[in-house]
């Protein structure tokens, strides 16, 4: 997703700062800038990896069906949503173990959240989905990190379309449509996997301004929580068309 503290201004399309015409310190900057994203998807995949164990357990223990029949439901649905506020406000003043710890806790938490969908749906399509949405998350971030368009024009469409899909979320909490939940699912998987390609982009043209500023730790967690959510929402979007209901 959009990143909140996005200093830098978009200079020619990803493309590598001018390196005075030195092949070493080009060979240097793209070294970094692969450890630098390596860090990142790093992150976000044991962010992922560890909201998973924490789901199934969750569930398998019986707790989360015991737990989501009482208000305490709604205190873990809102939670995740809370540590996304806290680690996107705090980035300036925390400090980077700060961060982190809070981005594990987030998972950690996110995992609770996501348990009601093994209550749901049987385990068989969570696992086909799971594995179509991280095939599609990496050719979408591949396409994101190797394309020479710039994708920056798509930024506030699709952070609108966010927008747009919470506001119908919440009508349909009223209304009950199974058509409207539908067409809610469809645009989500679309917008988030339009948000994967360009988050990529944003955080890989990022590394031109943070490289060697105190920051830069900083960016990895923020960077990963962004593709983190990407993947996740397209997984939840997606798991309403494939998943099959016990």
Same mark, same amino acid.
């Given at each position: 997703?959009?990143?909140?503290?996005?200093?830098?201004?978009?200079?020619?399309?990803? $493309?590598? /700062?001018?390196?005075?015409?030195?092949?070493? +310190?080009?060979?240097s900057y793209d070294a970094g800038l692969?450890?630098?994203?390596?860090?990142?998807?790093?992150?976000?995949?044991?962010?992922?990896?560890?909201?998973g164990i924490v789901a199934y357990l969750f569930a398998e223990s019986g707790y989360a069906a015991t737990v989501m $029949?009482? /208000?305490?439901k709604?205190?873990?649905?809102? +939670?995740?949503?809370?540590?996304?506020f806290a680690i996107s406000g705090g980035a300036q003043r925390f400090s980077e173990s700060t961060l982190?710890?809070?981005y594990w806790a987030f998972a950690a938490v996110m995992g609770l959240s996501l348990s009601?969908?093994?209550?749901?749906?049987?385990?068989?399509s969570i696992a086909t989905t799971f594995f179509a949405t991280a095939a599609a998350f990496a050719g979408l971030s591949l396409f994101?990190?190797?394309?020479?368009?710039?994708?920056?024009?798509?930024g506030t469409f699709l952070i609108m379309g966010v927008v747009g899909i919470l506001v119908a979320m919440l009508v349909n909490l009223f209304v009950q449509s199974t058509v409207l939940q539908m067409a809610i699912s469809a645009l989500g998987v679309l917008i988030f996997a339009g948000l994967t390609a360009y988050d990529t982009q944003r955080l890989k043209d990022q590394y031109q301004v943070l490289r060697g500023t105190d920051f830069a730790g900083k960016a990895v967690v923020l960077g990963a929580l962004s593709l983190y959510l990407d993947f996740i929402n397209m997984f939840q979007f997606l798991l309403s068309f494939m998943g099959q209901r016990d």
């Open positions: 997703m959009a990143n909140w503290n996005d200093p830098q201004p978009r200079s020619g399309l990803g $493309a590598s /700062p001018s390196l005075d015409g030195r092949s070493g +310190a080009r060979v692969r450890r630098h994203m390596l860090s990142i998807y790093n992150y976000m995949a044991s962010g992922v990896l560890l909201s $029949a009482t /208000p305490l709604w205190v873990i649905a809102l +939670a995740p949503l809370g540590f996304v982190k710890t809070l009601t969908i093994f209550l749901v749906f049987t385990s068989q994101g990190y190797t394309t020479k368009k710039d994708l920056s024009a798509f």
